[in-house]
């Protein structure tokens, strides 16, 4: 397949983009929300507001990002920023207008935003070991047969066909790597010249990308599993493995494309028609979706070539 022919220039092109999104991330940084920053939690009760109308008043007292959730039938919380006095008087302010019942109005620290800066790192480094162990136990050797000496002695025989689980597992990293980058290396310059923040939301969609992503590499790494075992079966050991992972693209990149699409479908409904408070989330799905279906097809195939045969 022309793919893995070329795959030179897809690591050309991949190398630039990985530089791009990881000298943006280092040089300009993300811009911390709320959720890692600390600011002002607000809880009150309010009889006659609804979300809408509240999310249009706090739209015009220019709190930059904030959130506001229901909390019981009548009850709802809010956090912004932190709040200086003038910002913090034009709140309470629009509420009691809205005749609400201020409950607890206090500020969280940035204690707890370093928790969640802690907690949201392990997260992400717990699910890439998670699946790096799962591919190497689902791509583990099968038992080819077992045979039974004279002597009573029973073998058994497993052929991992050429290509070892943990090889399956380490490329997949890697293109999560990539599909991770991509969308943090976004959110820097978004954060640096339009002032977006990130927030829990993003630290979810993240996580959200991981197992996305994994799942189109997945699909095309267990077809090349199937052609090995095929050509161990049938007498093709000889077969060259670009060829191997060439005919298992082939016969998974539209599943892979058409997937992908789908789903964009439906992000770029709820990015365009769905709540601003969404619009991050959806955007950083959107940067992540596109990422994992190029890094499946141009970057972890032709990489699983490089590597097998390097190990040689």
Not at 96 to 116: D, M
Not at 125 to 147: S, Y
């Amino acid at each position: 397949m022309q793919i893995i022919k070329n795959k030179n220039i897809f690591f050309g092109i991949t190398g630039v983009v990985i530089a791009l999104a990881l000298g943006a991330t280092i040089v300009l940084g993300l811009r911390l929300g709320i959720d890692f920053t600390g600011g002002t939690l607000i809880e009150f009760n309010c009889d006659e507001c609804t979300k809408v109308s509240l999310d249009t008043s706090l739209s015009v007292q220019d709190l930059g990002e904030y959130s506001l959730r229901s909390s019981g039938s009548e009850g709802f919380i809010l956090r912004t920023k932190a709040l200086d006095g003038i910002q913090r008087e034009g709140v309470l302010a629009m509420l009691g207008q809205q005749g609400a019942v201020i409950g607890n109005f206090s500020e969280v620290g940035p204690t707890i935003g370093e928790e969640l800066k802690s907690k949201a790192l392990w997260a992400m480094g717990l699910v890439m070991l998670a699946i790096v162990l799962f591919i190497a136990f689902a791509f583990r050797p099968a038992i080819v047969k077992t045979e039974e000496s004279r002597e009573g002695i029973i073998t058994v025989t497993r052929d991992s066909h050429g290509v070892s689980s943990w090889i399956f597992g380490i490329v997949a990293i890697i293109a999560l790597i990539h599909d991770v980058l991509v969308p943090i290396g976004i959110f820097a310059l978004m954060g640096y010249f339009l002032g977006a923040e990130v927030g829990v939301l993003f630290v979810m969609a993240l996580l959200a990308i991981l197992g996305y992503s994994v799942n189109d590499t997945i699909v095309v790494f267990d077809r090349v599993r199937e052609h090995l075992k095929d050509n161990a079966e049938n007498g093709m050991q000889g077969e060259d493995f670009g060829d191997t992972v060439g005919k298992a693209l082939s016969e998974t990149i539209t599943r892979s494309i058409n997937t992908s699409l789908t789903t964009l479908f439906v992000l770029l409904a709820l990015y365009f028609v769905g709540p601003a408070v969404t619009q991050n989330f959806a955007l950083t799905l959107i940067a992540g979706v596109i990422a994992g279906t190029y890094s499946s097809i141009f970057l972890a195939s032709p990489l699983l070539v490089v590597i097998k045969k390097w190990k040689e």
